[in-house]
């Protein structure tokens, strides 16, 4: 509760000018945090349309989706319908012609289909549900942990002016040297937070690569 306070004040006093704000985030990379949630709306959009796309099932096996697509049933149709007539009649040969290449044209958009869900559908949602949402989690922890950190060193400033002014040393010295310890582990936490995730790891730790993709 009183860490909530803190950074309460903490970001009051930078809203208004009274205490300095730290910015552990290259510039590069506050250019991709404005952007980030705007990549995540177009790839979410671009998933949902290209996944109403697919004629067959998402996420079935080739023999599934081959089932229930509409050139499928329309291959069946023209077999059993030269089935019917007989190899022998001129109509019987060209259905089975033409029942025999929708056949294919229906394994060919089975492939299609598949192959674009694996390249593109899957990294799209991963990208728009998984990724960027962690990315974003993790930024919005290591703004509270800055604030823990500039809090910190506030009242640490604070407290070594105090001590500078006061006629007991001890007391004051002592709660000085506590919050540079604990304006240290704050500092401590904050690089550890600092590492880009996974997203940004594959791309470079300056952020210029990640930039100009976004």
């Not at 990379?29 to 705007?38: M, N, S």
């Not at 004051?172 to 401590?188: C, Q, S, V, Y």
Request: charged content about 30%; proline content about 3%; glycine content about 6%.
């Amino acid at each position: 509760m009183k860490k909530q306070f803190n950074r309460m004040r903490q970001l009051a006093n930078q809203t208004v000018g009274r205490a300095e704000k730290t910015e552990v985030l290259s510039e590069d990379l506050l250019q991709v945090e404005k952007r980030l949630e705007l990549v995540k709306q177009v790839s979410h959009s671009t998933h949902k349309k290209l996944t109403a796309c697919l004629q067959g099932q998402q996420g079935a096996e080739a023999d599934k989706r081959s089932k229930k697509l509409p050139l499928t049933t329309l291959a069946q149709c023209l077999m059993e319908g030269s089935a019917i007539l007989g190899d022998d009649t001129l109509l019987g040969k060209m259905l089975k012609l033409c029942g025999e290449t929708e056949d294919k044209l229906a394994q060919e958009l089975i492939h299609f289909e598949l192959q674009v869900e694996r390249d593109v559908i899957e990294p799209l949602f991963l990208l728009a549900e998984v990724e960027i949402p962690n990315i974003q989690k993790q930024r919005k922890h290591l703004a509270k942990l800055v604030l823990d950190m500039d809090s910190s060193r506030t009242r640490w400033q604070q407290t070594s002016k105090s001590s500078g002014l006061s006629s007991s040393l001890q007391p004051a010295g002592a709660k000085a040297d506590a919050l540079r310890e604990e304006m240290e582990e704050a500092a401590n936490r904050v690089e550890i937070c600092r590492v880009p995730p996974s997203l940004l790891l594959s791309t470079g730790t300056d952020g210029g690569a990640l930039r100009e993709s976004f």
